[in-house]
Nanobody
Framework: QVQMVQSRGGLVQAGESLTLSCTISGLNVGDYTMAWFRQVPGKDREGVSSINPSGVRTYYVDSAKGRFTISRDNAKRTLSLQMDNLKPEDTATYYC???????????????????WGQGTQVTVSS
């Protein structure tokens, strides 16, 4: 059984940093692309960042470039998202996900990711 267990999010002020983590079990982590998505009520789930199975290649949506850093440790079966200089518009529920495709120029739609974490709320106050 695949499990992707996310760390807690939190409430931070604009400009502060927060790191999300995801611990994976039940699948061969090294075979999967990992990604972080986020969703706000009433909107579609948005891909934020992805990382290929080896960790060599990453992709960031424009709003995350220069502020977020995705990383993975296949030996420890963990995925992380370091978020710096957070903005109120980063407020959302964040999800980690595992899938089999890595696209260099965009994040595949959520339907391409069969495995998901439980979601964690990140709230950034102004």
């Amino acid at each position: 059984q695949v499990q992707m267990v996310q760390s807690r999010g939190g409430l931070v002020q604009a400009g502060e940093s927060l790191t999300l983590s995801c611990t994976i079990s039940g699948l061969n982590v090294g075979d999967y692309t990992m990604a972080w998505f986020r969703q706000v009520p009433g909107k579609d789930r948005e891909g934020v960042s992805s990382i290929n199975p080896s960790g060599v290649r990453t992709y960031y949506v424009d709003s995350a470039k220069g502020r977020f850093t995705i990383s993975r440790d296949n030996a420890k079966r963990t995925l992380s998202l370091q978020m710096d200089n957070l903005k109120p518009e980063d407020t959302a529920t964040y999800y980690c996900a595992a899938g089999t495709l890595f696209w260099p120029n965009k994040i595949p739609p959520p339907t391409f990711f069969p495995h998901w974490g439980q979601g964690t709320q990140v709230t950034v106050s102004s």
